[in-house]
């Protein structure tokens, strides 16, 4: 089988923030702000799969505010941040928006990720993910988190699907 067939029935994206759409580091400024470092390219790609129909959901831990902005400025609106069960929140969504599992691909980095990975029908993870979510992925990126793996995927499922396009209409952010 061809690695690459496995990514041809994704439909929805559903993506974990820090460590995959940032390097998962964090800079504490003076004044207590934590500041995230997020990829241009892994912003256009998701631009690109919203315009081309697909589902984009993000389900983070995480609760920064400048971070929800950025993704909504992105298209990204199924927005879930301060979340602690994960998979909780995965299932309702692909309940509420009758989802099948297995056209899902949710990219995910450490262990708050490993039972929605288990899931869906497409697990991936960065190549600096956490050993448990380097095992029960089936895809792998090259790249690291916030380096580009949004994009890896993202390009993968789109230009299978003939949806990948130079003539796309989408500003980079």
Not at 42 to 61: E, K, M, N, P, T
Not at 150 to 166: A, G, M, Q, T, Y
């Amino acid at each position: 089988m061809n690695i690459l067939e496995i990514f041809q029935p994704v439909k929805t994206f559903v993506f974990d923030v820090d460590g995959v759409l940032t390097d998962g580091g964090v800079w504490v400024m003076e004044d207590g702000q934590q500041v995230r470092r997020m990829s241009t390219r892994d912003g256009f790609a998701l631009q690109l799969a919203i315009r081309q129909g697909y589902r984009v959901a993000i389900i983070s831990g995480g609760t920064a505010p400048a971070v929800r902005m950025r993704l909504h400025k992105l298209g990204v609106l199924e927005v879930h941040m301060g979340i602690e069960d994960k998979l909780g929140v995965l299932k309702n969504y692909i309940a509420t928006n009758a989802l099948d599992p297995e056209t899902v691909l949710y990219m995910g980095d450490d262990i708050p990720d490993y039972r929605p990975m288990e899931a869906v029908g497409l697990p991936c993870c960065p190549s600096d993910a956490a050993t448990e979510i380097l095992r029960v992925s089936k895809y792998i990126s090259p790249l690291k988190g916030g380096e580009g793996c949004v994009r890896d995927v993202i390009e993968k499922v789109l230009k299978l699907n003939d949806h990948w396009s130079l003539d796309t209409g989408v500003v980079s952010h």
